[in-house]
Protein backbone atom coordinates (compact mmCIF):
# COMPACT_ATOMS: atom_id res chain seq x y z
CA UNK A 1 0.00 0.00 0.00
CA UNK A 2 1.32 3.52 -1.12
CA UNK A 3 2.52 5.98 1.89
CA UNK A 4 0.86 9.21 1.86
CA UNK A 5 3.27 12.23 2.49
CA UNK A 6 1.35 12.94 5.82
CA UNK A 7 3.55 9.54 7.06
CA UNK A 8 6.87 10.67 6.28
CA UNK A 9 9.22 12.21 9.31
CA UNK A 10 12.46 14.09 8.99
CA UNK A 11 13.57 10.14 9.21
CA UNK A 12 12.58 9.62 5.55
CA UNK A 13 14.87 12.27 4.35
CA UNK A 14 17.58 11.23 2.19
CA UNK A 15 20.16 13.71 1.52
CA UNK A 16 22.34 13.20 -1.81
CA UNK A 17 25.68 13.81 -1.17
CA UNK A 18 27.48 16.21 -3.79
CA UNK A 19 30.73 15.73 -5.74
CA UNK A 20 33.11 16.12 -2.50
CA UNK A 21 30.53 14.08 -0.17
CA UNK A 22 28.20 15.32 2.78
CA UNK A 23 30.74 15.55 5.83
CA UNK A 24 32.10 19.14 6.19
CA UNK A 25 35.53 19.87 5.78
CA UNK A 26 37.48 20.02 8.68
CA UNK A 27 40.78 22.16 9.30
CA UNK A 28 41.73 19.47 12.49
CA UNK A 29 44.54 17.51 11.35
CA UNK A 30 45.46 14.37 13.28
CA UNK A 31 48.55 14.51 15.12
CA UNK A 32 49.90 11.14 14.48
CA UNK A 33 51.74 11.07 17.73
CA UNK A 34 52.78 7.43 16.94
CA UNK A 35 54.73 8.41 13.94
CA UNK A 36 57.59 7.18 13.39
CA UNK A 37 61.06 9.54 13.20
CA UNK A 38 63.03 8.86 9.72
CA UNK A 39 65.89 10.42 7.55
CA UNK A 40 65.27 11.11 4.16
CA UNK A 41 67.94 9.83 1.98
CA UNK A 42 66.80 10.25 -1.59
CA UNK A 43 64.07 11.62 -3.72
CA UNK A 44 62.80 9.61 -6.87
CA UNK A 45 59.33 10.96 -8.45
CA UNK A 46 57.96 11.28 -5.86
CA UNK A 47 58.82 8.81 -3.58
CA UNK A 48 61.24 9.26 -0.94
CA UNK A 49 64.08 6.66 0.29
CA UNK A 50 63.92 7.24 4.17
CA UNK A 51 66.04 5.32 6.96
CA UNK A 52 64.10 4.82 10.14
CA UNK A 53 66.25 4.01 13.45
CA UNK A 54 69.28 5.75 11.75
CA UNK A 55 72.79 5.36 12.63
CA UNK A 56 71.55 2.31 15.05
CA UNK A 57 71.86 -1.49 14.71
CA UNK A 58 67.77 -1.41 13.98
CA UNK A 59 67.99 1.02 11.09
CA UNK A 60 66.01 -0.14 7.53
CA UNK A 61 65.34 1.76 4.84
CA UNK A 62 61.34 2.56 4.07
CA UNK A 63 59.59 3.74 0.75
CA UNK A 64 57.38 6.81 1.73
CA UNK A 65 55.36 9.58 -0.21
CA UNK A 66 53.81 12.93 1.02
CA UNK A 67 50.61 12.90 3.21
CA UNK A 68 48.02 15.43 1.97
CA UNK A 69 48.20 17.46 5.17
CA UNK A 70 51.80 18.17 3.80
CA UNK A 71 50.21 21.03 1.20
CA UNK A 72 53.07 22.44 -0.47
CA UNK A 73 56.11 21.76 1.57
CA UNK A 74 58.60 20.19 -0.17
CA UNK A 75 60.32 17.02 1.12
CA UNK A 76 64.54 17.05 0.47
CA UNK A 77 67.50 14.81 1.24
CA UNK A 78 68.86 15.60 4.61
CA UNK A 79 65.21 15.97 5.99
CA UNK A 80 64.21 14.60 9.53
CA UNK A 81 60.56 13.32 8.96
CA UNK A 82 57.58 11.63 10.59
CA UNK A 83 56.43 8.52 8.85
CA UNK A 84 53.05 6.47 9.41
CA UNK A 85 51.59 3.62 8.09
CA UNK A 86 53.38 0.61 6.45
CA UNK A 87 56.83 0.85 8.60
CA UNK A 88 58.07 -2.95 7.36
CA UNK A 89 60.15 -2.14 4.38
CA UNK A 90 59.19 -4.87 2.17
CA UNK A 91 59.33 -4.33 -1.49
CA UNK A 92 55.57 -3.39 -1.97
CA UNK A 93 55.15 -1.05 1.59
CA UNK A 94 54.41 2.30 1.33
CA UNK A 95 54.55 5.20 4.14
CA UNK A 96 53.17 8.32 4.77
CA UNK A 97 55.05 11.39 5.77
CA UNK A 98 52.83 13.17 7.69
CA UNK A 99 55.44 15.80 9.45
CA UNK A 100 58.64 17.90 8.55
CA UNK A 101 61.05 18.21 11.92
CA UNK A 102 62.38 22.01 11.62
CA UNK A 103 65.35 22.21 10.08
CA UNK A 104 68.53 23.30 11.60
CA UNK A 105 70.13 24.42 8.06
CA UNK A 106 68.81 24.54 4.67
CA UNK A 107 71.15 25.09 1.57
CA UNK A 108 69.20 27.05 -1.54
CA UNK A 109 69.77 27.79 -5.01
CA UNK A 110 67.93 29.84 -7.64
CA UNK A 111 67.41 29.09 -11.32
CA UNK A 112 69.39 32.02 -11.80
CA UNK A 113 69.90 35.67 -10.29
CA UNK A 114 66.85 36.90 -11.38
CA UNK A 115 64.57 34.00 -10.24
CA UNK A 116 62.30 34.88 -7.20
CA UNK A 117 61.89 31.31 -6.40
CA UNK A 118 64.23 29.33 -4.32
CA UNK A 119 64.76 25.94 -4.02
CA UNK A 120 65.93 23.74 -0.97
CA UNK A 121 68.78 21.35 -2.22
CA UNK A 122 69.96 19.82 1.06
CA UNK A 123 68.45 20.21 4.13
CA UNK A 124 70.40 20.03 7.93
CA UNK A 125 74.12 19.70 6.78
CA UNK A 126 76.71 21.11 8.67
CA UNK A 127 79.25 21.30 6.26
CA UNK A 128 79.36 22.04 2.67
CA UNK A 129 82.16 20.83 0.32
CA UNK A 130 83.12 22.58 -2.82
CA UNK A 131 84.76 19.95 -4.95
CA UNK A 132 86.88 21.84 -7.48
CA UNK A 133 88.92 20.34 -9.98
CA UNK A 134 92.82 21.22 -10.42
CA UNK A 135 92.93 20.29 -13.93
CA UNK A 136 91.12 18.96 -16.65
CA UNK A 137 88.71 20.43 -16.00
CA UNK A 138 90.63 23.50 -15.22
CA UNK A 139 88.83 25.71 -11.86
CA UNK A 140 86.13 27.80 -11.67
CA UNK A 141 86.74 30.78 -9.31
CA UNK A 142 83.42 32.10 -10.16
CA UNK A 143 81.13 28.88 -9.29
CA UNK A 144 83.44 28.42 -6.28
CA UNK A 145 82.62 31.74 -4.94
CA UNK A 146 79.52 31.26 -5.62
CA UNK A 147 78.82 28.18 -3.63
CA UNK A 148 80.68 30.10 -0.75
CA UNK A 149 78.12 32.60 -0.80
CA UNK A 150 75.55 29.79 -0.30
CA UNK A 151 77.76 28.24 2.64
CA UNK A 152 77.48 31.58 4.11
CA UNK A 153 73.93 32.28 3.77
CA UNK A 154 72.98 28.54 4.89
CA UNK A 155 75.21 29.26 8.25
CA UNK A 156 77.55 25.72 6.87
CA UNK A 157 80.87 25.51 7.38
CA UNK A 158 82.46 25.68 3.50
CA UNK A 159 85.41 22.94 3.12
CA UNK A 160 87.55 23.74 -0.22
CA UNK A 161 88.53 19.73 -1.63
CA UNK A 162 90.90 20.21 -4.31
CA UNK A 163 91.26 17.19 -6.54
CA UNK A 164 93.37 16.03 -9.37
CA UNK A 165 96.74 17.34 -7.54
CA UNK A 166 98.57 14.57 -9.69
CA UNK A 167 97.63 16.59 -12.91
CA UNK A 168 98.24 20.60 -11.30
CA UNK A 169 99.84 22.13 -7.81
CA UNK A 170 97.08 23.72 -5.86
CA UNK A 171 99.31 26.86 -4.80
CA UNK A 172 97.48 29.31 -6.92
CA UNK A 173 94.20 28.30 -6.15
CA UNK A 174 94.70 28.08 -2.13
CA UNK A 175 96.59 31.44 -2.11
CA UNK A 176 93.60 32.95 -3.74
CA UNK A 177 91.22 31.75 -1.39
CA UNK A 178 93.64 31.85 1.84
CA UNK A 179 92.42 35.55 2.95
CA UNK A 180 88.72 34.01 3.59
CA UNK A 181 90.64 31.49 5.98
CA UNK A 182 88.46 28.84 4.21
CA UNK A 183 89.72 25.36 5.19
CA UNK A 184 91.41 23.23 2.35
CA UNK A 185 92.20 19.45 1.31
CA UNK A 186 94.33 18.16 -1.27
CA UNK A 187 93.96 15.03 -3.24
CA UNK A 188 95.25 12.77 -6.36
CA UNK A 189 93.73 10.00 -8.08
CA UNK A 190 94.32 6.95 -6.20
CA UNK A 191 95.41 8.84 -3.19
CA UNK A 192 95.15 8.87 0.36
CA UNK A 193 91.64 10.57 1.74
CA UNK A 194 92.73 10.57 5.17
CA UNK A 195 92.72 14.12 5.72
CA UNK A 196 89.71 14.62 3.73
CA UNK A 197 88.25 11.54 6.03
CA UNK A 198 89.47 13.89 9.71
CA UNK A 199 86.82 17.05 8.12
CA UNK A 200 84.02 14.68 7.30
CA UNK A 201 84.03 12.80 11.02
CA UNK A 202 80.99 13.00 12.70
CA UNK A 203 79.53 15.61 10.49
CA UNK A 204 76.46 16.10 7.95
CA UNK A 205 78.57 17.35 5.00
CA UNK A 206 77.04 18.35 1.18
CA UNK A 207 79.29 17.72 -1.77
CA UNK A 208 79.16 19.95 -4.53
CA UNK A 209 80.84 20.75 -7.94
CA UNK A 210 80.60 21.28 -11.29
CA UNK A 211 80.21 17.80 -13.62
CA UNK A 212 83.65 16.06 -14.27
CA UNK A 213 86.19 17.78 -11.12
CA UNK A 214 85.89 14.06 -9.49
CA UNK A 215 83.05 14.07 -6.81
CA UNK A 216 81.36 10.85 -7.51
CA UNK A 217 85.18 9.37 -7.41
CA UNK A 218 85.29 10.56 -4.06
CA UNK A 219 82.08 9.59 -2.75
CA UNK A 220 83.06 5.60 -4.26
CA UNK A 221 86.51 5.64 -2.53
CA UNK A 222 84.99 7.39 0.82
CA UNK A 223 82.03 4.61 0.75
CA UNK A 224 83.25 1.92 -0.77
CA UNK A 225 79.44 0.56 -2.02
CA UNK A 226 78.23 3.65 -3.10
CA UNK A 227 78.83 2.39 -6.87
CA UNK A 228 77.96 6.20 -7.98
CA UNK A 229 78.44 6.48 -11.65
CA UNK A 230 81.94 8.22 -12.54
CA UNK A 231 81.82 10.93 -15.61
CA UNK A 232 84.52 12.13 -17.95
CA UNK A 233 85.55 15.58 -19.39
CA UNK A 234 84.91 16.04 -22.83
CA UNK A 235 87.92 17.05 -24.84
CA UNK A 236 86.10 19.90 -26.86
CA UNK A 237 84.24 21.97 -24.04
CA UNK A 238 85.98 21.07 -21.54
CA UNK A 239 83.04 20.32 -19.27
CA UNK A 240 81.79 16.51 -17.61
CA UNK A 241 78.62 15.22 -17.96
CA UNK A 242 75.88 14.65 -15.43
CA UNK A 243 76.01 11.55 -13.66
CA UNK A 244 74.90 11.70 -10.48
CA UNK A 245 70.66 12.75 -11.48
CA UNK A 246 69.49 13.32 -7.70
CA UNK A 247 71.26 13.68 -4.25
CA UNK A 248 71.71 10.86 -1.97
CA UNK A 249 72.75 10.67 1.28
CA UNK A 250 75.12 8.52 2.20
CA UNK A 251 76.41 7.00 6.03
CA UNK A 252 80.53 6.79 5.90
CA UNK A 253 81.91 3.49 7.13
CA UNK A 254 81.95 2.49 10.71
CA UNK A 255 78.85 5.60 11.10
CA UNK A 256 82.09 8.44 10.74
CA UNK A 257 79.49 10.91 9.91
CA UNK A 258 76.92 11.41 6.66
CA UNK A 259 78.12 12.63 3.43
CA UNK A 260 75.18 14.05 1.14
CA UNK A 261 76.38 13.46 -2.76
CA UNK A 262 74.42 16.08 -5.17
CA UNK A 263 74.50 16.51 -9.15
CA UNK A 264 77.40 18.17 -11.09
CA UNK A 265 76.40 22.17 -11.20
CA UNK A 266 76.75 24.92 -13.81
CA UNK A 267 75.30 28.04 -12.23
CA UNK A 268 74.32 28.53 -8.83
CA UNK A 269 71.44 31.23 -8.71
CA UNK A 270 71.71 33.51 -5.61
CA UNK A 271 69.00 35.91 -5.95
CA UNK A 272 67.67 34.63 -2.72
CA UNK A 273 71.16 36.03 -0.92
CA UNK A 274 71.28 39.45 1.10
CA UNK A 275 74.95 41.21 1.09
CA UNK A 276 73.93 41.49 4.88
CA UNK A 277 73.60 37.38 4.77
CA UNK A 278 77.47 36.95 3.25
CA UNK A 279 79.15 39.98 5.11
CA UNK A 280 77.54 38.19 8.52
CA UNK A 281 80.21 35.44 7.75
CA UNK A 282 83.00 37.44 8.64
CA UNK A 283 83.16 38.85 11.92
CA UNK A 284 86.24 41.32 11.51
CA UNK A 285 84.21 43.37 9.01
CA UNK A 286 80.80 42.83 9.82
CA UNK A 287 81.39 44.94 12.69
CA UNK A 288 82.99 47.78 10.64
CA UNK A 289 79.59 47.42 8.25
CA UNK A 290 77.35 47.80 11.20
CA UNK A 291 78.82 50.84 12.39
CA UNK A 292 80.08 52.98 9.31
CA UNK A 293 78.21 52.23 6.18
CA UNK A 294 75.18 53.87 5.33
CA UNK A 295 71.92 52.29 5.28
CA UNK A 296 71.12 49.52 2.74
CA UNK A 297 75.13 49.62 1.69
CA UNK A 298 75.89 46.69 -0.90
CA UNK A 299 79.76 47.37 0.31
CA UNK A 300 80.72 47.73 -3.58
CA UNK A 301 79.40 51.15 -3.57
CA UNK A 302 82.02 54.26 -3.34
CA UNK A 303 80.73 55.33 -0.14
CA UNK A 304 80.99 52.03 1.58
CA UNK A 305 82.80 52.87 5.29
CA UNK A 306 84.71 48.98 5.25
CA UNK A 307 87.55 51.06 3.14
CA UNK A 308 87.64 53.20 6.53
CA UNK A 309 87.51 50.42 8.55
CA UNK A 310 90.57 48.63 6.97
CA UNK A 311 92.10 51.87 6.83
CA UNK A 312 91.93 51.90 10.64
CA UNK A 313 93.65 48.54 10.97
CA UNK A 314 90.45 46.53 12.01
CA UNK A 315 90.47 43.88 9.26
CA UNK A 316 93.35 43.50 6.24
CA UNK A 317 92.48 44.65 2.88
CA UNK A 318 92.60 41.25 1.91
CA UNK A 319 89.96 40.12 3.32
CA UNK A 320 88.14 43.12 2.24
CA UNK A 321 89.09 42.15 -0.98
CA UNK A 322 87.82 39.01 -1.02
CA UNK A 323 84.59 39.59 0.73
CA UNK A 324 84.13 42.12 -2.46
CA UNK A 325 84.81 38.99 -4.87
CA UNK A 326 82.15 37.30 -3.30
CA UNK A 327 79.55 40.20 -3.45
CA UNK A 328 79.99 40.84 -6.96
CA UNK A 329 80.02 36.81 -8.08
CA UNK A 330 76.35 36.99 -6.13
CA UNK A 331 75.00 39.61 -8.39
CA UNK A 332 75.74 37.30 -11.28
CA UNK A 333 77.31 37.00 -14.78
CA UNK A 334 79.74 34.63 -16.38
CA UNK A 335 80.62 31.52 -14.08
CA UNK A 336 83.57 30.53 -15.82
Not at 49 to 61: I, K, M, S
Not at 254 to 267: H, K, L, N
Request: hydrophobic share 40%; glycine share 10%; proline share 6%.
Amino acid sequence: MARRTSDYDEDDVRVRPGRRGSRPRTRIRPAHEDAVAALVTAVDRGRYRCLVDAGTDDERPVTAMRARELGRKSVVVGDRVALVGDLSGGPDALARIVRIEPRTSALRRTADDTDPFERVIVANADQLVVVAALADPEPRPRLIDRTLVAAYDAGMDPLLALTKADLAGPDALVAEYAPLGVPFVVTERGGDLAELRGHLSGRVSVLVGHSGVGKSTLVNALVPDAERAVSHVNAVTGRGRHTSSSALALELPDRAGWIIDTPGVRSFGLAHVTPENVIGAFEDLAEGAAERCPPQCDHLQDDCGLDGWVADGHATRARLDSLRRLLRAREGGDEA
